[in-house]
């Protein structure tokens, strides 16, 4: 059904976020078109598969800094940014603070 391919997704997303993913390595992974799995993914989840990838990766990383010491460029790669400042940029974009303010604020 079109919840167990969603979940199939969503998962592998889960395993593989330290890696460079995208829609069209996914698609062929998992057999389908890709506009057609975008799409699938649009309307079953309320955002574009780009835009779930972006807080599954800043989720992690405000896991990663609450609950190790691994430094920021560690936890950067962790979550598939190869760019460190890329990833100081999009991470102060979804939280509003960088990522150094982040685990101070939550240390305290």
Not at 37 to 62: C, D, P, T, V, W
Request: proline share 0%.
């Amino acid at each position: 059904t079109e919840d167990d391919e969603i979940h199939r997704v969503k998962e592998y997303v889960g395993k593989k976020l330290h890696e460079n993913i995208t829609l069209k390595d996914i698609s062929s992974k998992f057999h389908f078109n890709r506009s057609y799995l975008g799409q699938k993914f649009k309307n079953h989840e309320n955002m574009s598969f780009n835009e779930y990838l972006f807080i599954q990766r800043m989720e992690r990383a405000k896991m990663l800094l609450e609950q190790t010491d691994l430094k920021i460029y560690e936890i950067a790669n962790e979550v598939g940014y190869t760019e460190i400042d890329w990833f100081y940029k999009r991470f102060k974009s979804y939280t509003g603070v960088s990522a150094n303010e982040y685990r101070k604020m939550v240390a305290s």
